[in-house]
């Protein structure tokens, strides 16, 4: 997943492929507030030179900016200028306006339009509009790289489902079946020392993949048995090629429009692989629905199924896309995230336990909704994780008209991009921010701020997902931590991103049956 050529454009890559969005953002100020505003050219941040503007500095072994450490990026670029910084210069791009400031975010985000609007990956648009022009309409193209009337329809339809607490209810049997199916695969691929190959990544994807298949197509891909379908990796590389691939066509100098290159070809095979495996068994789930026992509880697809009588399975299809393509990598590397941070914290881990054994005593309980709402030791953890290791670095508005922020007028145009890593892991936030303390979110009458901190987004955009996604991610650490002591015995990693915000290495854990 390696993505190149500049910072603000690949952090707004990243803000689109996981749907927290670039959106509008019209505020009102007072007159006194406008007497005092400062130029848009007077905006602090890196100069750019002649010709080449500040993209020089993310070209390898001649800038100084590493695009595989944005994170570091974006905090020397904080230290260096302060809470607003402008990246200029970039060619063929936009200006970038990095804001450090929650208050500032709070309010914009409060301010958010009824259609927000982002800027539109070119390739992903192109791929919907143009080679699949057959499927894709404006009104039902998916949440991702869309935006206006089109995106307004669809995630009003499919948002009636989505983020129904009841629904997502209706996937933990579900969702607990996959993990206890991983719990097994880890038991099988651990070696003498207990601990997993390097791979190890790509076996939580296999859990992320089967328990989303559960959600979006109500289907059993059996992806962590020994004689699994091959397709089901296939899916997986699909999957991540995509990832890889659209930070290439987006961010590098677009070839692929004028011939097609074997990473545009590679990009195309691999969307092509998604879409007809979600197509496939979007029909299939609606053969089986026609023979459906009546009076039982319908299923989130069946439910998007009946959504449109003329096109309930295009809407299924997209959705189920969307799903495929931001539920499996981003769970997975939030999951691989969680993992690391209880094996190297033992006594935040043996909290942890401690709430598994007081809440699910014995090992053949099954986790029902009053044990998810009660494992609150659990939720912290993951959420400590989340703010220390976002799985997305930030995202952002895009000014539709001229405003002001942190006092400077800000053109209509310009992408602000939110940096929420660099913000969850400052000091005036977060008391001890370089350290793993749960405890945190269980504390009351605390003045955290609650913009510090956005895993999956706030507002119109917001993660689509977020119910299933915190399910999978309370039931998988459960799981794992009722039949596994966590140990990590190696170096710290670094995080890179590649494009989510990974672990630079193998997670080399060892899990060591209770």
């Given amino acids: 997943m390696t993505i190149a050529i500049n910072l603000s454009v690949k952090t707004v890559l990243i803000r689109n492929i996981f749907t927290r969005n670039l959106c509008a953002f019209a505020p009102v100020f007072d007159e006194n507030v406008l007497s005092h505003v400062r130029p848009y050219s007077e905006l602090p941040g890196p100069k750019p030179i002649f010709f080449f503007g500040n993209t020089w500095r993310f070209i390898p072994f001649i800038g100084d900016f590493n695009i595989q450490e944005i994170d570091k990026v974006s905090s020397r670029l904080y230290r260096d200028y302060g809470d607003i910084v402008k990246v200029s210069g970039l060619m063929g791009r936009p200006d970038m306006v990095f804001l450090y400031d929650a208050n500032e975010?709070?309010?914009?985000?409060?301010?958010?339009?009824?259609?927000?609007?982002?800027?539109?990956?070119?390739?992903?648009?192109?791929?919907?509009?143009?080679?699949?022009?057959?499927?894709?309409?404006?009104?039902?193209?998916?949440?991702?790289?869309?935006?206006?009337?089109?995106?307004?329809?669809?995630?009003?339809?499919?948002?009636?489902?989505?983020?129904?607490?009841?629904?997502?209810?209706?996937?933990?049997?579900?969702?607990?079946?996959?993990?206890?199916?991983?719990?097994?695969?880890?038991?099988?691929?651990?070696?003498?020392?207990?601990?997993?190959?390097?791979?190890?990544?790509?076996?939580?994807?296999?859990?992320?993949?089967?328990?989303?298949?559960?959600?979006?197509?109500?289907?059993?891909?059996?992806?962590?048995?020994?004689?699994?379908?091959?397709?089901?990796?296939?899916?997986?590389?699909?999957?991540?090629?995509?990832?890889?691939?659209?930070?290439?066509?987006?961010?590098?100098?677009?070839?692929?429009?004028?011939?097609?290159?074997?990473?545009?070809?590679?990009?195309?095979?691999?969307?092509?692989?998604?879409?007809?495996?979600?197509t496939k068994y979007t029909e299939i789930a609606l053969e089986k629905s026609k023979n459906r026992i009546k009076g039982s509880e319908l299923s989130l697809l069946e439910r998007v199924l009946k959504m449109d009588v003329n096109n309930g399975h295009k809407l299924a299809a997209v959705l189920a896309l969307d799903l495929f393509l931001v539920g499996v990598d981003t769970t997975a590397t939030a999951v691989g995230s969680i993992l690391y941070q209880l094996a190297r914290n033992p006594e935040k881990q043996a909290i942890l336990y401690d709430e598994l054994m007081q809440i699910l005593p014995r090992?053949?309980?099954?986790?029902?909704?009053?044990?998810?709402?009660?494992?609150?030791?659990?939720?912290?953890?993951?959420?400590?994780?989340?703010?220390?290791?976002?799985?997305?670095?930030?995202?952002?508005?895009?000014?539709?008209?001229?405003?002001?922020?942190?006092?400077?007028?800000?053109?209509?145009?310009?992408?602000?991009?939110?940096?929420?890593?660099?913000?969850?892991?400052?000091?005036?936030?977060?008391?001890?921010?370089?350290?793993?303390?749960?405890?945190?979110?269980?504390?009351?009458?605390?003045?955290?701020?609650?913009?510090?901190?956005?895993?999956?987004?706030?507002?119109?955009?917001?993660?689509?997902?977020?119910?299933?996604?915190?399910?999978?991610?309370?039931?998988?650490?459960?799981?794992?931590?009722?039949?596994?002591k966590l140990e990590y015995h190696h170096r710290d990693l670094d995080y890179h991103i590649n494009p989510l915000y990974t672990p630079k290495g193998p997670l080399k854990i060892k899990f060591i049956a209770r």
């Fill in 105 to 278: 975010i709070k309010r914009i985000f409060k301010q958010e339009e009824k259609m927000p609007y982002r800027p539109s990956m070119s390739s992903l648009n192109y791929y919907k509009h143009v080679l699949r022009k057959d499927f894709f309409t404006n009104a039902c193209s998916g949440v991702i790289a869309t935006h206006g009337e089109g995106w307004y329809q669809f995630r009003t339809k499919v948002q009636q489902v989505m983020l129904q607490p009841r629904i997502a209810n209706m996937y933990i049997g579900n969702i607990e079946e996959a993990s206890i199916a991983f719990l097994k695969r880890i038991r099988m691929i651990k070696d003498y020392k207990d601990e997993v190959p390097d791979d190890f990544i790509n076996e939580i994807n296999k859990w992320a993949l089967e328990s989303i298949a559960h959600v979006a197509l109500d289907v059993r891909l059996r992806c962590m048995d020994e004689s699994a379908n091959v397709d089901t990796q296939k899916l997986i590389t699909a999957i991540h090629t995509v990832f890889t691939n659209v930070g290439i066509l987006e961010l590098k100098i677009p070839f692929w429009k004028v011939c097609r290159t074997p990473t545009w070809n590679a990009w195309v095979e691999a969307l092509d692989n998604i879409f007809n495996f979600a």
């Fill in 363 to 484: 090992e053949d309980m099954q986790i029902n909704c009053k044990h998810l709402q009660d494992l609150k030791y659990v939720k912290a953890c993951i959420r400590e994780t989340l703010r220390m290791h976002p799985v997305v670095i930030g995202n952002g508005r895009c000014m539709t008209r001229d405003t002001i922020i942190k006092g400077y007028r800000i053109p209509k145009g310009v992408q602000v991009i939110f940096q929420h890593y660099v913000i969850s892991n400052q000091e005036k936030y977060f008391a001890n921010s370089n350290e793993f303390y749960p405890e945190r979110w269980l504390q009351e009458n605390t003045s955290r701020h609650a913009f510090a901190s956005l895993p999956f987004g706030y507002g119109r955009r917001m993660c689509l997902g977020k119910r299933f996604a915190d399910l999978e991610l309370v039931m998988v650490i459960s799981k794992i931590l009722q039949k596994f």
